[in-house]
């Protein structure tokens, strides 16, 4: 059973959208989600025909989180002849719901995501993950772990904080597990577009993707890899990766072919690039 | 003479109040405060009767501040036989006073600080170091140092950057020493709640000190030490350390209890968790 | 031919404003500006009649960019037998213009930047690396490095992140080169005030710029440099180092003049500070 | 056709022993071995009845580096349409690589790498990724790369300098590609033992991984993973992570089956522990 | 009962000698071990008479370690209503345990330690804390945790690493718990000097220790400072850290008095410095 | 007055050989030395004709270290009208001083330093700041500034630690400013080499210097800048940073010419290779 069922590769050039189809259980996170989305990104990140990923939920919620009915033997009971034993089982299984959206950042290619109605604990953890956050007024968020026993840990309480400004704010949302709507999602930096409803929100992400689509992809790959090193490193380490990064990356004949239609008052969209 | 004269253990279940209550002085920080911030928060740490602790001050004003008539003498006029023996003693003077807050921090319990009127100098550094501000509608925060010829060093410059957004802003407090009022607090991130005055905002700060209280210890406390791990690290220093950290606290039956009571949809406060 | 031709010291005691005057090319970046601004802040760092530094720029807007038709030659087209001699240039350019901007912030001085109208492009790593921010009504932000086919490398993409909370914002400019006016960069907090045009700005720069030069510059300065260091490391580490800092600092005479002026209820400003 | 063709689980017991055998082209590096390498320690790491992994090569010399022959078409001859893109993919293949040993590093297993004759270019990056090295007198080491106009870029530029005490020596090999012999090498710190021959010194690895075999595995490989962690962070940063790695790790009954083994003067390897 | 009962305060000038003093019981670490250690330390961080302190053990053998029977019910049987609690108990075990060695660490005054005999399992974890090894020819020293089950936690597997220059040899040592002696610990660094007996080192410990007691102690204590400081950051991080501590320990009186008596042919040590 | 009058360009292609010749002055470093080694590396690290730098010390030692009498106005007597204005005019002196050996280390061609005699206080700094050290048997180190009341503050007490594998012996050198010899200085990794007398060094650093000129400069350029990369960074880090380095600098026509005189088994040093 596909977990993802609608993903549809163009709906515009070199823009791939990817749906969480499970409307009936809103969009829960079950097992066949976690594999799913290493697969979609894995096979992603190689295709030169895909340049932005926008993500998106069927129907009314965009994810009530993780499916515990279906997650829970495999995540809460791991096996084990001692304490150690187990604990060793539970780190890795952690790590590897972990890496199931760490291989979203470490594709090169933009995400947006799109958020409806309700988006509940590891739905999060998945949207920290990507670039850029739209959603709908009637969306809100929701930091669900404390609630049942677990301080978050696929990636909320690491991404969060450096997501949005207001520290007090995490620690709130984290803490008590309180709802935010979309108005103070978009005062705090959480999302950095509203729209009134579902069908506007995809139509702006689709024009968003394609605006990110039409540009070199030299120059928006690069300059994804290059907001995320900045993230974890000093400005200094900052500046020398970036540096060493466009010694040759500067060198590409997008510069030029850009340069040209710029001179020309063409839009870069007029331009054809190479595939990367 | 006690400075916090009216700590009070349980306004509501596990929740400590600690009050700055000299009032008579708008509640400056004498060599009293100190000692007593000190005693206060290692006892708090021990305590599993104490899961979240409130922090607020007697009177009209938060605080004016460090009292500079009661603590010039030790600050300001450090012994030593020449210039570096003199620099060697300021030191561990510094050193002391930013351990008073920063065991705030290594608090793994949540503090939540509620501001009315002023919030001068000193106190800035005290509330940077909590984990959730909120204030009353006539709030007003003073990064003060410069106007005495310092450079903030118990902590507002360390932190105030990575509790608000704006580093602009940061910036113009920290070099100006101009007065933000509740508004640009609630906008900058600074705090996260506004009320309209200090019986109201006590009775929120209550309220959400209660939704803490009420959850998994575990949980709750994992969090506040994972979010300050988090803040210090890269993403990915962050995710490991949080699989190492899950790989036994995911273990306990507080995760168990709260998935059955979610299940059965009550609240997780009608859960009766073991100490920690 | 100069570019910054009416840098004039004294606007105001201890200021110094810097203005890009090459208006009928709206400020447009070309060679001699980046050497100018070398020399000008390399000059700065050294002066002791200077205490602050206002930034602005002659005309309608605050500029253009880079100019590549000027630039092109020196920036696009690196020597080199093979590839990687060329890249080998390439990355010593990059590093050079780099360091442009990297000398303003280690440049111990404070820096405010007023906008008005356009501020494209390189003008975005140029405001990145000040202090403090401020705006027009009419001023507009522009990260324009895609449509020309190039990520960002002379400090946005490491600064802005750590300028503006909005981590979905910081991505949608850099990703979609779109335009960002006054009300969002005030909202996002790049700019930490807005005025009604031009003359208002650069009024309320100055009055900011005198408040700043009017206090103590041991503790102005030693502030701007910890604050920096604060952005790059740790709370722990930030501490440490404004331990050691102030061992010496904190002995100044400043201190005592400031601390009796304040008693006697006199501003900073009235006090005769020594040179730094 | 099989790279490492001689691979036997079992020399004793929970010890498995990697053999390089292409003997007939020294060991060369070709295709196969990355592909296999990868192969094998990804299934080490699962495997719960290997604890300790013995690596040695077939024949006269441990391996002459990589088979540049086999390999130049997919290393030396990038795809792509411009210089970025031929850029981007020659990453993608160095990360590949790189990858390769990085693998050796992060099985939990310890990894004996047993060395005689010659263990040139890719086999210096090979050893340097194992935690304990041995050779025979007749052994000796070159960092080859310069030689071919390369800097070394699969691991040995990073981790010999953290492998041994002597910067100028490792500069030294890295700047002339001279060779090093066995005596230069223990002396140095690159290998802990030399024996006299091969033969010996098979029988020597077997016995010190049969002695690490022998001990509890969540000891072991708790040991393994701390010490790469502790290279890579401050004392402070390694000790924390002990403290959380070892909170469950210490509550294994490996710990009362050895301290009981220990009171009664029994060696830990009569011991029968549970697999991890 | 003591257990370092024979601490003498001046075996010479400004030097203080700590005897590990349980010789019945080869020095086993014991409860009052752990808790001296840390009131000695802590006490002489503050006592100017104190210059260096000489670390020993009574009787003949260095000492046998952790004392196993006395420590087990603190150690292996932590608290706890469930294995989070008793994680969270064990962490908190591990971490007052670490503190106990890293205060030797934070002392800054040089602390020189002599082994004779055996040096096992927490005798490791005491002398890599300290600044300068020395022995006697029939010294051995061994990371005895595996033996028992346990990955070392208190401060071997960070600070061996970057204690003596083999990873190979760390490696191996951690791994296989076997011993090493004198010849080998003076080759790999382990130790600076070997004497032929105990009564010849503890000569040449306390000459050694005479040395840096006669020298200025604001330069003395500075150079341990910022050893430290560097072993765990970058070369330029130690740099800047290093001006900011000199810009005012430079202008010690000492450096007068140290140039003056140096271009007198006087030694150091017939200066009289202040006491810091 | 030129302090390093011998400097000549070519005693082999592409080798420059720097002398330290005050011989009369045991080459004691005076005003005129800092000035001129900041000359000297600034111009070699842009002269595409210079691939590798000899430095050695004209006469019977290598240098006495600073030359206190010519240093002493400028660098103990720092200006300033009260303690912090004197302290920052301090720290900007050490940063001066640091700078200077900063410098070699920047820059990206290899420095084989040859020490004949004494090497001491400020020798020391230089050293450690080069990338490959030899000696003579006669040679000796001394890490004087603790017996002038200093802790060493342009380099050693950073560097010294990353260059020699014995902590032991690092804190004892820098503690007691005892001398190592010339055969310690072997065994502990501080140089690689040692000869029997001056005329021997210096024909085996020119060999030495002979055999790294005649290689690629992009490749030892490259491993150069990427080894101490690696000294200030974890392993992945490191990985990174090359992958990122080698993209553009493998495509190098010097591999292709390399790897044709390899299979022709001719030596590197027969290759012309474009200059860098």
Known sequence: QEFMASRSHQPATAVTHIE?????????????????????????AEDPDCRVVVVSGAGEVFTAGIDLMDMASEV????GDDMARTSWNMRRIIAKYQETFSIIER??????????????????DLITACDIRLCTQDAWFQVKEVDIGLAADVGTLQRLPKVIGSRSLVNELALTARKMYADEAKESGLVSRVFPDKEAMLAGALEMAGEIAGRSPVAVQGTKVNLIYSRDHSVAEGLNYMA?????????????????????????????????
């Open 20 to 44: 969480l189809h499970r409307p009936e259980k809103r969009n829960a996170m079950n097992k066949a989600f976690w594999r799913e989305m290493v697969e979609c990104f894995t096979q992603i």
């Open 76 to 79: 809460l009971q791991p096996e």
């Open 107 to 124: 594709c090169p290619k933009p995400v947006v995501v799109a958020v409806q109605g309700a988006c509940v604990g590891g739905g999060v």
């Open 244 to 276: 060493t990064w466009n010694m040759s990356m500067l060198q590409t004949e997008d510069v030029m072919k850009s340069a040209a239609a710029s001179m020309e008052k063409k839009s870069p969209k007029t331009i054809t690039f190479s595939k990367l």
